[in-house]
């Protein structure tokens, strides 16, 4: 099995990830999980030897049960924080994510079967963007109100 582009770097730790932006009637679709109080986009971690693209449509259909198409690469998004699961708790992560706009099928009806790494059940919720959810990446919020058609570049520090 491919291991995850997740490596150890002095004290901290380097992510690389592709994310889904799954979008309809106005709102996207998010995961959370047990363990935290805040929702995330669907999407993990590239695997070695995989594209950002493989990885999303691969990443989607563990998360949905549906294999979708990408449609767009909407952003990249490098992004310093602290680890939150057992894992990596309290490390220091340099995170590289390309989040993709995906083709939603009219009929899609996602059914969530995925677990964070220590067990925790993961929940998809859909949103609006006005919703006063804590939502990563943040940017989100005001990015998927009017999305353009350019790849768009974010950094966030949370050191």
Known sequence: MKRDMCVACEDGILNIRAGAIIMKDGKVL??????????????GRIKFGETAEEAVV????EETGVKMEIDR????????????????FGKLIYEISFFFYMKVPEDFAPIS????????????????????????????????????????HFVTDER
């Open 58 to 61: 691969r990443e989607v259909f």
């Open 30 to 43: 998010m995961v959370g999980n047990d363990r935290s109080d805040y929702l995330y986009s669907v999407g």
């Open 73 to 88: 690469l909407g952003f990249v998004h490098e992004n310093y924080f602290y680890g939150d699961a057992p894992s990596n």
């Open 113 to 152: 079967e995925s677990f964070t790494e220590d067990n925790c059940r993961e929940n998809l919720k859909w949103i609006s963007v006005e919703e006063e959810a804590q939502i990563y990446p943040a940017f989100f919020r005001t990015e998927l109100e009017n999305p353009v058609n350019t790849v768009k």
